[in-house]
């Protein structure tokens, strides 16, 4: 019996080749971007998984606000991970993790490489995270100052094999630095929040320790079984009374907690658990960038709708082919089929039609995971698509799709009553055409969201982009790692200066994109500090040269002078720490620096610099000064060529002779800016994408819909036309109701759209407008496509010669 309603379902489909078509690639395509998104959700919410106590494993974050700024910090003091374990038993173990610059010069051969995947770590660090050992004693590995474990791929990259352990690695820190390898691991899986590929002892980190007021350690805290993290977290306010206290007490006049607090501070502790950092966390600084679980979710169900859109075509056609077949129903009934045999036979259809459909969708995945790549950030292979639980799932989705493509369909054609078919009185009924006009309005509800959501956020990256920053981000070079020049650094300034082309340098250690160096100090309005007088702001150190290079604009005051000396002791504040200082304008006031044991610096003020974005616009614009101490481990050059390649060259000429065998490697500052917004830019080009997938199988559907009710109505049009009716009055009758139903769709849509855009808005601390032209211009693409999609019908029905439709009366 099985065989039988294959054998039929076969020929069934054969026979009608175009509807088939449309709905096998309907489906393909619905099914094709439904396991694309899969592998991109399901890779996203597996991170860190791998971790043997993944599930006891958590992060310490700190919450400060000092003076009016907030910070939100992924780390914690370099003592904290060792006084909790002391403190509270629940502990089993503590690591850190140090990555200060997040880079080191390695020897290969006779020239250092720039290693950025480097840290500092414990010598607990494999007994709280999990690692592979390809040769070594890893749990012993890092007990002793000067050693270091290398991943498997950095084995063989810097020695051609993995049996390297007693082995040195040289860097060029103070000079030259050897490290003893101890351990080789294996890659840190992809899926993981940080990829370390080199793990240095913590002792060769040149971190003063013991500042329990500082926060730069990533510390990671593994709790005994059964410990509730937030029963842990309830204990925090007894460590910083315990530990926090008396060392604020040292720095500055301040009695308790509570008074600290009432001043309008605070400062907080609390747990990340591992597994929620990847998707859960944007904190400073993150160890690499996080994902974001809004656009899991936001991925998840475009998928499920583009799969529900596929779907519902799947539904309208089967339906409005319903009189088509009634005949063979009403034949079937009479020669003995009952009713379960005839769902049977609909569903077996369906089943097949989708099962053709998954092998399509496969195909496409594979020709399309290049591209989807590139969309998505990630780095799938072909084997991604085809693990074990992967391929029970393309061996279910096709029966389920099947299955809820075909159920309705089934039930509704199996219910014909033959007599009446068989007599020519059957009929499809107004209420089979309200459940059609209801799945096409669905359909546009889908795909003009998606309209909106692809124009809103193309809006907001280009409202970045052209918005006024408070500083020039354009033709700046910037040269990195300029520390290994040692004592040429100047003489390679004054080198590349000479050349055509270059207009201008500064010392760029702290530049305002986020990628950059970031360095916080607390200040105070007063020489004694004080709850109330202390101020907490990035500070950088920079030249005489930096803010007329970047363009930016002096409010009140000056810039920085070789001609005053007395500039080694002043300072720039911008217009943010100015009102968090209740002044117009402070020139000539003071702030102090906090120095060890409570003593205060004071610094002049001489100029106040307006507002510049230095972070992510997601942000508001926080504090920021500057003072005469330049950082001079990176350089930027204003460049005003168009031959930008051989200026390029001519500078990298320059840094070989004066630092044979370092690498050399630059940026240019638009682009740092840019990659601020990878992740925007990536929804953005995913939402576009998805878009037109959502249009492209609606308007499949639509197409098979308007192409089945000119048939249906081919005799009314003949005699419409024979009465006098024009192809213009013709095409209008059978596109009118389509554009109702867009315009249905339009007014469901756009509180739906406006509320989901609103929020992915909220983000943002500067965004753009939700303005009504956007809702309107959707739903006229969305009009649009539904013309054009049945207007191709329409005309092909309306020029069609009355006599053929008219003929057989």
């Not at 103070?174 to 002792?203: C, W």
């Amino acid at each position: 019996m099985l065989t039988n309603h294959w054998k039929i379902a076969y020929r069934s489909l054969v026979k009608n080749k175009f509807f088939t078509t449309l709905n096998i690639v309907g489906l393909a395509a619905g099914l094709t971007c439904f396991l694309l998104i899969m592998l991109y959700v399901t890779n996203e919410l597996r991170y860190d998984q791998y971790h043997e106590n993944a599930d006891r494993i958590y992060r310490i974050n700190s919450d400060i606000v000092m003076g009016g700024t907030e910070l939100n910090l992924a780390v914690a003091s370099d003592p904290m991970g060792e006084l909790l374990k002391k403190d509270y038993p629940e502990i089993e173990e503590y690591t850190r993790i140090y990555n200060s610059s997040g880079a080191k010069m390695i020897k290969k051969g006779s020239a250092f490489l720039n290693e950025t995947n480097v840290a500092h770590v414990d010598s607990t660090y494999f007994d709280v995270f999990s690692a592979k050992a390809v040769a070594g004693d890893l749990k012993n590995a890092l007990d002793e100052p000067n050693t270091v474990v290398l991943s498997r791929s950095m084995a063989e990259k810097y020695f051609g094999t993995t049996d390297v352990i007693g082995k040195n690695l040289e860097t060029n820190e103070n000079g030259s630095t050897l490290y003893k390898i101890t351990g080789v691991m294996e890659d840190v899986p992809k899926q993981s929040h940080y990829r370390p590929d080199f793990l240095f002892a913590m002792e060769n980190c040149g971190y003063k320790f013991g500042q329990i007021l500082s926060h730069n350690f990533q510390t990671y805290l593994l709790l005994k079984k059964g410990t509730n993290p937030a029963s842990l977290e309830a204990k925090f306010p007894g460590y910083i009374m315990r530990h926090v206290l008396p060392a604020a007490q040292q720095e500055m006049q301040i009695k308790s907690i509570e008074e600290f607090e009432q001043s309008g501070n605070k400062l907080q502790y609390s747990l990340t658990a591992l597994t929620d950092i990847h998707l859960h966390s944007n904190r400073f600084p993150e160890l690499a960038i996080n994902g974001n679980i809004q656009y899991v979710y936001i991925f998840s169900a475009v998928a499920l709708f583009i799969l529900l859109i596929a779907c519902i075509n799947f539904m309208n056609l089967a339906t409005a082919r319903s009189a088509n077949r009634a005949r063979e129903v009403g034949i079937r009934k009479v020669l003995g089929s009952g009713k379960g045999a005839l769902v049977k036979q609909f569903l077996t259809e369906s089943t097949l039609l989708a099962y053709v459909s998954i092998g399509i969708a496969l195909l496409s995945a594979v020709l399309l995971l290049p591209l989807f790549n590139e969309l998505s950030g990630k780095q799938f292979i072909l084997q991604d698509l085809f693990t074990s639980g992967l391929i029970s799932i393309y061996l279910l989705l096709p029966l389920l799709v099947g299955l809820l493509a075909g159920t309705y369909p089934a039930f509704f054609l199996s219910s014909f009553h033959p007599l009446q078919v068989l007599k020519s009185k059957f009929s499809t009924g107004s209420s089979k055409a309200g459940l059609r006009s209801t799945l096409v309005v669905v359909q546009f509800v889908t795909s003009i969201i998606l309209i909106v959501g692809t124009i809103i956020i193309y809006r907001q990256l280009n409202y970045i982009q052209t918005r006024n920053l408070g500083f020039n981000k354009d033709q700046v070079l910037v040269i990195n790692n300029t520390y290994t020049l040692g004592t040429q650094k100047q003489g390679f300034r004054n080198e590349v200066m000479k050349l055509s082309g270059v207009t201008g340098s500064t010392y760029s250690g702290f530049m305002p994109v986020a990628e950059s160096a970031r360095n916080d100090r607390t200040f105070s309005t007063q020489a004694a500090m004080t709850s109330s007088s202390g101020l907490n702001m990035q500070i950088w150190g920079i030249d005489e040269n930096y803010i007329p290079l970047l363009g930016m604009e002096m409010k009140y005051g000056r810039n920085f002078s070789k001609e005053f000396g007395t500039d080694s002791a002043a300072i720039i504040i911008n217009e943010t720490t100015a009102a968090l200082m209740g002044l117009d304008n402070p020139v000539g006031k003071k702030l102090y620096a906090g120095n060890n044991g409570g003593a205060t610096d004071p610094y002049t003020i001489i100029g106040v610099v307006k507002n510049f974005h230095f972070q992510s616009m997601k942000q508001q614009i926080g504090p920021v000064a500057f003072w005469l101490n330049p950082a001079d481990w990176s350089i930027a050059f204003k460049v005003n060529t168009g031959q930008i390649k051989p200026l390029i060259t001519r500078i990298e000429g320059v840094w070989n002779k004066m630092a044979p065998g370092m690498p050399f490697e630059y940026s240019f500052l638009d682009e740092s800016f840019s990659r601020m917004y990878d992740a925007e830019q990536r929804v953005g080009q995913l939402a576009l994408s998805f878009a037109i997938l959502t249009i492209l199988i609606a308007c499949l559907g639509l197409f098979g819909l308007a192409a089945f009710m000119a048939e249906q109505r081919n005799k009314e049009i003949g005699v419409r036309k024979v009465l006098g009716a024009s192809v213009q009055q013709i095409v209008s009758l059978l596109t009118r109701d389509f554009l109702k139903l867009v315009g249905i769709a339009s007014i469901i849509a756009f509180p739906l759209a406006w509320y989901a855009m609103n929020k992915w808005l909220e983000n943002f601390a500067f965004k753009t407008s939700l303005g009504w032209w956007v809702f309107l211009l959707a739903g006229c693409i969305a009009a649009l496509i539904a013309l054009v999609t049945v207007g191709g019908q329409a005309i092909k029905a309306a020029i069609t010669n009355p006599i053929k439709s008219l003929r057989s009366e």
